[in-house]
């Protein structure tokens, strides 16, 4: 385990937004693909929580993406995981 | 061991628009100011603010604060204090151009004036047309304000404890209110925050019900802090739903869809707003709306497998009006609804929004009580924001109007509280049995064995309030809803944790809410199924009028017995003529 990574305990309150559609999303992806997920690919989660609400939820929800593919492609991942859910 | 302590001046439980607001106003003056916040500041509530805040600016069409305080006195369906309503709406105006000043920027005009965007409920001239009074950041208001105040308490060296939990009020045995008990999530270490004056600004409840708007930290810490010292909440029956929440999931699908040309369908396809409101239809108010979905459900006409909800179809607007115009609510309704809107309609289910209730004030942010010939303050405790009611809403809340009473009684708060701390320049000598009184709920969840989870019993809760304090309202409904919640009473007490570690442990912090929610959600059930009558967001078909003559005043809930308290409505403003009562057709 990456000792630089926050845990998950951590992570779980890092999910908790002042928004209910990225609480939802959010703590689904923490909860079911976090785990599988490689050292890079749990960072970059780490980073998304780190970007504020409106963003996120633009991002999500509206009709933005973030300039950084790798954002792009986490945010895929995360909305496939609350389909799923 | 001695639990740790800190002292400072104030302390603010709360880094919303309300908290932030009463922050900045105290810790510009040199008081040591503590804010407390179980998420870190610009993770707010107030985040989710898309829409904006009222003030009568008159930049795009002609305005004045008195036709604000009409169509709010309206709105409130005469139950608001109309001292208080003539007061927020003066001090708009000065409030957006101190958030302006503070930084926050709002959309303009060519000439540089603020942009004011039209929304429900504003009118020109006691009622005539539409107004224009709405300003906003783009769509991002709620951040644009958290965020500018939040950089302004930095620079005037507000001490922020962020991601720490408030437990429990310090009140000690002539009523004073020391502080709070809080605990780190981080470590779960409690502290003792000793305060000459302590500000509840928590927010909403909206958690309490199972379909809501909330953001999952809003779980009425405050109000039931509040409770179990002993203050009563005001008027927790009054509670905006709003008609179309994605059904079991809660999230908006916003009026706009539906002024779009989207349309409510029941299981025969339907177009059933057609009976209910034969002008308005789908564009009804949100009671109307609302109260039309649950009868609909009640008899039979409800869709899916459990004929549970509502279809909301906006498919015949074709694929490109529902790209363009409508993105967000295709997104979320694929998302959570797994459905295209594009090419089938959304299951929708009114979805609990905003509390009208919370912990009674005056407008300077003072707690009050009832005494035996009026109210007295309780001293040192103050509230603001929706966790507190000044009783500028009433029964129903117009849009925009909650921000506003945020920012004003925000900082209305923050200057008496400068004052009190003047008049009140020591600290008080805390007593360890304040101390273990507030320990309590933190020990309780310490204990071991088998018992219900925490989560198991949230969803009861929140299954219980809807079916049974929701829109819903009869006598006989209700009083079984009060039966399964005293049911629900032992489940609680019976429940344990299942981890006791101490290093963020969110199931603790979880245990801590549901006490919160129960407490709060009790409250509300028993000050609806008391009041006979319907008026604002309380409808009740079994008392399907408003009754001036005897129900015009507040109420009051305390949580020793379920006691019930009232206490008159406010009818006269501060300067100009009371706006009497009269029906409120829009
Ligand atoms: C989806 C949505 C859209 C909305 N849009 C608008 C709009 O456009 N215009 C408008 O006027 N209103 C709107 N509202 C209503 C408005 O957003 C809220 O009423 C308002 O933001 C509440 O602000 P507040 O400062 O009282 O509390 P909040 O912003 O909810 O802040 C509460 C604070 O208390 C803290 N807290 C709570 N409990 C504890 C505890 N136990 N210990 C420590 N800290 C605690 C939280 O961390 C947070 O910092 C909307 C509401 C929703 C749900």
Not at chain 2, 374 to 396: I, M, Q
Not at chain 2, 403 to 424: H, Q, S, T
Request: charged residues 25%; negative net charge.
């Amino acid at each position: 385990m990456n000792e630089a990574l926050p845990t998950r305990e951590r992570l779980r309150w890092q999910c908790r937004r002042g928004m209910l559609e990225l609480d939802l999303v959010l703590s689904a992806y923490l909860e079911s693909r976090y785990s599988n997920l490689d050292d890079a690919g749990k960072q970059r989660f780490v980073d998304l929580l780190s970007v504020d609400d409106p963003t996120l939820n633009a991002w999500m929800f509206g009709n933005q993406s973030p300039v950084d593919a790798e954002m792009v492609a986490v945010i895929a991942d995360v909305l496939s995981a609350a389909v799923e859910n | 061991m001695p639990l740790a302590r800190r002292r400072f001046d104030t302390l603010i439980i709360g880094a919303g628009g309300a908290g932030l607001n009463a922050a900045l106003q105290l810790a510009d003056s040199g008081l040591g100011v503590a804010v407390v916040s179980k998420v870190f500041p610009t993770r707010s509530h107030t985040v989710a603010a898309q829409g904006g805040v009222n003030a009568a600016l008159a930049n795009v069409l002609p305005d004045n604060w008195h036709w604000h305080m009409f169509d709010t006195v309206k709105g409130s369906d005469y139950l608001g204090d109309q001292d208080a309503i003539e007061f927020m709406c003066r001090e708009a105006i000065p409030t957006v151009y101190e958030l302006e000043h503070a930084g926050v920027p709002f959309s303009r005009l060519p000439d540089g004036r603020i942009y004011q965007r039209k929304f429900g409920g504003q009118s020109q001239n006691f009622g005539g047309e539409q107004a224009a009074r709405t300003c906003a950041a783009a769509d991002r208001t709620g951040h644009a304000i958290l965020h500018a105040l939040y950089q302004q308490n930095l620079r005037a060296k507000t001490h922020f404890f962020d991601e720490w939990f408030a437990i429990n009020l310090l009140r000690d045995a002539e009523g004073v209110v020391l502080g709070a008990l809080v605990i780190e999530i981080a470590s779960g270490e409690p502290l003792i925050i000793e305060a000459k004056t302590t500000l509840l600004a928590t927010g909403g409840c909206g958690q309490v019900f199972r379909t809501n708007s909330n953001a999952h930290i809003n779980t009425g810490d405050g109000m039931a802090m509040a409770l179990r010292i002993g203050v009563p909440l005001m008027d927790m029956e009054f509670f905006q739903f709003h008609p179309t929440g994605i059904a079991g999931k809660g999230m908006l699908i916003s009026e706009g869809v539906r002024g779009e040309g989207g349309y409510l369908i029941n299981k025969d396809g339907e177009r059933f707003m057609d009976r209910y409101a034969p002008h308005a239809r789908d564009l009804a108010s949100r009671d109307v709306v609302s109260r039309s979905i649950m009868t609909e459900i009640k008899e039979g006409r409800g869709c899916g497998p459990r004929g549970d909800y509502m279809l909301l179809k906006v498919d015949h607007l074709g694929e490109e009006v529902v790209a363009k115009r409508l993105p967000g609510i295709r997104e979320s309704s694929k998302i959570f609804a797994g459905v295209d809107p594009a090419h089938e309609p959304i299951p929708v289910f009114p979805t609990a929004h905003y509390s009208m209730g919370g912990i009674p004030t005056d407008r300077f942010g003072r707690v009050v009580v009832p005494e035996r010939h009026g109210e007295e303050t309780v001293p040192g405790l103050y509230a603001a924001g929706e966790c507190a009611c000044a009783s500028v809403h009433g029964a129903n809340r117009l849009g925009g109007n909650s921000l506003l009473d945020i920012l004003v009684f925000g900082r209305l708060a923050g200057k008496d509280i400068r004052e009190y701390v003047r008049e009140n320049p020591y600290h008080r000598d805390l007593d360890d049995a304040v101390v273990q009184a507030a320990i309590a709920p933190l020990e309780r969840w310490e204990q071991g064995g088998d018992g219900p989870g925490v989560a198991e019993v949230r969803a009861e809760l929140q299954r219980t309030m809807e079916d049974h304090a929701g829109v819903f309202r009869t006598d006989e409904i209700m009083r079984e809803g009060v039966d399964k919640l005293d049911a629900l009473r032992d489940r609680l007490a019976a429940a344990r944790l299942r981890d006791h570690s101490k290093a963020f442990n969110t199931a603790r912090i979880q245990a801590l809410e549901l006490d919160n929610l129960y407490d709060v959600g009790r409250a509300l059930a028993v000050s609806a199924l008391h009041r006979q009558e319907s008026r604002g967001a309380h409808s009740r078909p079994d008392y399907p009028e408003r009754d001036d003559k005897q129900w015009m005043k507040h109420s009051l809930y305390f949580k020793a017995g379920d006691a019930m308290d009232y206490k008159p409505v406010r009818t006269k403003p501060l300067t100009v003529e009371t706006f009497p009562p009269k029906p409120r057709v829009y």
